[in-house]
């Protein structure tokens, strides 16, 4: 009975052995496929919403991205108008393969007349700088199709951003940045919380003014052909008075369409158009108005172009 029996000792954990470093081999397979990163860069991807991604390590990037800002309540009968561009001109490093560090030079063109709370003027002048930090907790892969980010770019500027007055401005904008791919290589969705506080001492009076803005935005790409993506983008805003959102002051809804395409190897282009569809105002003057012209504007316009190197 013993000679009998241990033959088949011998056999069970001899089988179990073969089965077990079968299935490790097929494990180890399956996870390395399941482990194959996205082939999409949703850095740029979304247009006015910021993608999870950052490169490579050891990657390089020279971003030139203009956001203008067009159509703003009239002062009055007699021709009015109102336009805002804020260029920046960036340089991207991924010392990590998680992390990104973006210094910037900004700059701001404007051209504003006949709108209510905005000094008449027309001018283009350097404006500034900013260090955006960008930190990704994982990577979308063939198992994991969603990602996780946070940014922070803290910026100082010359001119206030809305009636282009001298001051020294300060804030630090901060996006909490989710993204998910919905169908394999064709649909992805992004999503931003954002928090923006600033503070801005008025040059010549002294004058200090905190305010602060809460924005959830989200966009949907498809990818149409082999390098171009098109897709619709929301966004809502509110402004408030004081750096920690203290006191209500109005809200947006812009709504519009993105393009994202890759015009050679390493580079892009992403333009993004959204207009204001509903918005309120708390002043008591324009609070029966339909749209929200005070804090915001009625018309937005993204262009981002870049290349890695």
Do not use: C
């Amino acid at each position: 009975m013993v000679g009998a029996t241990d033959p088949f000792a011998v056999a069970v954990p001899a089988q179990a052995g073969e089965t077990q470093t079968g299935s490790s081999a097929r494990e180890a397979q399956g996870g390395g496929k399941g482990d194959k990163p996205d082939k999409v860069d949703t850095e740029n991807l979304f247009g006015f919403t910021e993608g999870t991604d950052t490169g490579k390590k050891g990657e390089q990037e020279v971003l030139v991205d203009s956001i203008g800002r067009f159509s703003k309540r009239r002062d009055g009968p007699g021709r009015s108008g109102y336009g805002a561009a804020q260029p920046l001109i960036s340089y991207q490093y991924d010392p990590t393969d998680n992390f990104s560090i973006e210094p910037g030079l900004r700059f701001d063109a404007r051209d504003s007349r006949g709108i209510a709370g905005v000094p008449n003027k027309a001018f283009g002048t350097f404006n500034g700088g900013s260090v955006e930090l960008k930190y990704q907790f994982f990577k979308r892969t063939e198992d994991r199709p969603f990602s996780l980010a946070v940014l922070a770019e803290p910026q100082y500027a010359r001119i206030t951003p809305v009636e282009g007055q001298g001051a020294d401005v300060y804030s630090v904008e901060s996006r909490l940045i989710a993204d998910m791919r919905l169908v394999p290589d064709t649909l992805w969705a992004g999503f931003n919380l954002i928090y923006d506080p600033q503070v801005s001492r008025l040059k010549g009076s002294g004058e200090v003014d905190r305010t602060s803005t809460l924005s959830l935005s989200g966009a949907v790409m498809a990818k149409i052909a082999g390098d171009l993506f098109v897709g619709p983008e929301v966004r809502y805003m509110r402004a408030y008075e004081g750096a920690f959102l203290n006191r209500f002051e109005g809200h947006a809804v812009f709504v519009g369409p993105v393009l994202h395409y890759h015009v050679m190897e390493k580079g892009f282009l992403t333009l993004a158009y959204s207009t204001q569809v509903f918005g309120h105002d708390r002043d008591p003057d324009f609070s029966d108005r339909v749209f929200n012209l005070t804090q915001f504007s009625r018309h937005n316009l993204r262009v981002r172009f870049g290349v890695e190197f």
